[in-house]
């Protein structure tokens, strides 16, 4: 029963750096999505206004599940350092496209 546990917890572990690995390409998919609705001449304070509410509702959200996954930066095969570094990372780049965009950062994702 250990190995199977060991086995579903490597395979979860090469998913989540699959997933990293995406990640970046997924950030400069926001950033062409939604920097020009920001920049829009006509619209950018309405778009902007909407997405810093979906700031507001997501980011709490998403910093809870990143959370939930600390754990597996314990994990024997992974090892990109720790997780606080892992998030504290992440929560950069995320803060570097939320400004990039003219958008403040929510309270809960500001360290």
Known sequence: MEEVV???Q??????LVVDVLAH???LRWTQACFGP??????FADHNKAVMQEWLARWTPRCLDAARTM????GLPDVKPRDFDHALARAERRFAGIVSDLGLQ???EAQS
């Open 6 to 8: 060991d086995d579903v």
């Open 10 to 15: 490597r395979t979860r572990a090469v998913h």
């Open 24 to 26: 970046r390409q997924d």
């Open 37 to 42: 609705l920001a920049a829009d001449k006509e």
């Open 70 to 73: 600390a754990p597996l930066w």
């Open 105 to 107: 950062m929510p309270p």
